[in-house]
Each structure stands twice: as structure tokens, then as C-alpha cells.
């Protein structure tokens, strides 16, 4: 199974969705990881509308360059960003934000991270070492975030052993998912949300005025089914 690149088709016959004129609150999320972990997959199998991304053919002057280890079938890859938008609810809207994964694109991702509420980062086992700067840079700007790993068949070790691995706190959330999958993918930003949600109850109370933190409470406890 090698459906982990930005080559999956987006989901097909999907309605046009416009912004609903309740909205109130614009919630940044930024998905981020290494080269070939699935972003592009995960913005477009969650987005509810057509993702906006900026995929180019990968051509032979990447050889040597670009490592495709474990993802020799990958054709296309991001070079500025991926866009997708899923409504909370009467309020509130999630708009997503895939970062590119090679190397030489890394100097984009501190304007990404910019005005973030939070952000998931994307795994893949077989390339785990993708992962550190990805996480080296959210703690870097103190950006709240989460894991998760993108299942790709049967998996070699357990959640444990990725925290382990790559020296995750306990107090940061690693789940599983799939990122074809809508419902997985929406999981991941579920579990995003209520991670912000328990680490702004834990913050020092707010002005009177909403802020960001309520918006993500809100939407946590209306948020009802999976």
C-alpha cells in the first residue's frame, strides 16, 4: 500500500459548500510532516470543499535530491501549501494549511505556523526521522500541536514506541489514522481540538472578550458525533 503521497485523487462529486454567514471565528490549522507523509491526502479527504494545492510534477532535477524511500511511486509534490476549509458549526470554521515536506521548502513553514491555533503532525513510520524538525519548529514557536500516524498496512511497532522514538511528551496526544479516510482524518482534527481545549483550561483566565480558546470550546462540546 503506497497511498501515502499528495497523488491520491481528491474525493470526487463533491458539493459546493459556501461559507455560512453566521461565522464568526476563522480557526487556523496547519498540518505539517515530511516529505511524502500524506498532507495533501488529509487536507483534500477532510476538506469540504475543493482543496486549493499547489502540486507540481516531480521531475529528474529532484534525483539525488529528494529522498523516496518507501515512496518510489510518489509523482507530484507540494511547493507552497495546500488549502482545504471544514465547518464546526453555525460559528465556527477550521481552515487547514498543508505545509510542504522537502527540505529545500522548510523556510515557508514559520509564515505557515504565523497566527496557527494549532497544528497536527503527519507520520509515516517507515521515514520517522522526517518528523523531528517538524516538531523541533511547533515547540520552537510554541505552537501547540499533535501526532498522528498515518497507517499505511500492518504496523511494526506500537503508539508507545513512536513516542519513544521520537521523544514525545506524554502530555502531547499521538493517535493512528488514515488519511484517505474522511472520517479518520476528521478524527485527527477532533483530537486536535480538544487537545487546545484542555490546554486552555489550563491557561490563565481570558478577558471578558472571546478569543480562540472559547471558539475551540464550542465547537468541542457541540461536536457530538465522530
Known amino acids: ?6 497523488d491520491t485523487a481528491v474525493l470526487p462529486g463533491r458539493a459546493v459548500t459556501p461559507l455560512r454567514s453566521t461565522v464568526e471565528n ?11 507523509v500524506g ?18 510534477t516531480m521531475t529528474k532535477a529532484g534525483e539525488g535530491i529528494d529522498d523516496l524511500s518507501g515512496i ?20 465556527n470554521v477550521l481552515y ?9 521548502f522548510w523556510f515557508l513553514w514559520d509564515r505557515l505556523f504565523n497566527g496557527a491555533l494549532g497544528a ?7 521515514r520517522l526521522e522526517e518528523s ?21 498496512g500492518e504496523q511494526e511497532h506500537s503508539l508507545q514506541e513512536v513516542r519513544a522514538a521520537l521523544d514525545l511528551s506524554e502530555s502531547v496526544p499521538l493517535v493512528d489514522c488514515d488519511a484517505r479516510d474522511r472520517e479518520s482524518s476528521k478524527q485527527v482534527l477532533i483530537e486536535l481540538l480538544r487537545h487546545l ?23 468541542v462540546e457541540q461536536e457530538k458525533t465522530p
Do not use: C
Not at 475543493?50 to 507540481?56: D, M, Q
Not at 518510489?72 to 460559528?91: C, E, M, P, Y
Not at 497536527?120 to 517507515?126: A, E, I, K
Not at 517538524?134 to 520552537?140: P, T
Open 72 to 91: 518510489q511511486g510518489k509523482r507530484s509534490t507540494t511547493v507552497a501549501f495546500d488549502f482545504g476549509r471544514i465547518t464546526l458549526n453555525d460559528q
Open 39 to 56: 498532507k495533501t491526502t488529509l487536507v483534500g479527504a477532510v476538506s469540504e470543499i475543493r482543496p486549493l494545492n499547489t502540486e507540481e
Open 96 to 104: 487547514l494549511f498543508g505545509a510542504p515536506g522537502q527540505e529545500r
Open 197 to 219: 481545549h484542555r490546554l486552555a483550561g489550563a491557561a490563565p483566565a481570558a478577558p471578558a472578550e472571546a478569543t480562540p480558546a472559547d471558539a475551540v470550546a464550542v465547537a
Open 120 to 126: 497536527v503532525v503527519l507520520v509515516d513510520t517507515r
Open 132 to 152: 523531528w524538525y517538524a516538531i523541533d519548529r511547533l515547540e520552537h514557536h510554541g505552537t501547540p500541536f499533535i501526532v498522528a500516524r498515518n497507517n499505511f
Open 1 to 6: 500500500m503506497d497511498s501515502n503521497s499528495s
Open 26 to 36: 476563522g480557526l487556523k490549522i496547519v498540518v505539517v510532516g515530511g516529505f511524502g
